[in-house]
């Protein structure tokens, strides 16, 4: 599957602040900035907790559509709250993909 570029059905979802206390510091969001302070990582490296992304539908019926058909994506990235360490998500992102061919020379498991 490949990401459809923005359009229609896309959304991002950003939430600033923490749900249960209000506080706009996050863990991972803050160790982020201080390895790039400390050189450990290039500018504008932003590791989280925690970053989901899945095809929304049942794989069976996924396999049947065609080559071409779109999908429903998402993807979460997950951070922890500096000051009560409640997790939640600060980005929330949806889409589409386009269902294409598998590349000739990848192996798939159990095939090669």
Known sequence: MKREPDGEGSTMHRQKKCPACGSEKRVFERLSEEAVKLGAAPEGFK????MERCLVGEP???AEQPMGAKVPVVAVVLDICYDCHC???PEIMTGKAVK???PKK?????QG
């Not at 590791?47 to 925690?50: E, G, L, R, T, V």
């Not at 990848?106 to 159990?110: A, I, N, R």
């Open 60 to 62: 069976k019926a996924q």
């Open 87 to 89: 997790v939640y998500a």
């Open 47 to 50: 590791m989280p907790y925690q």
């Open 100 to 102: 294409a061919p598998t």
């Open 106 to 110: 990848l192996v798939v498991p159990g």
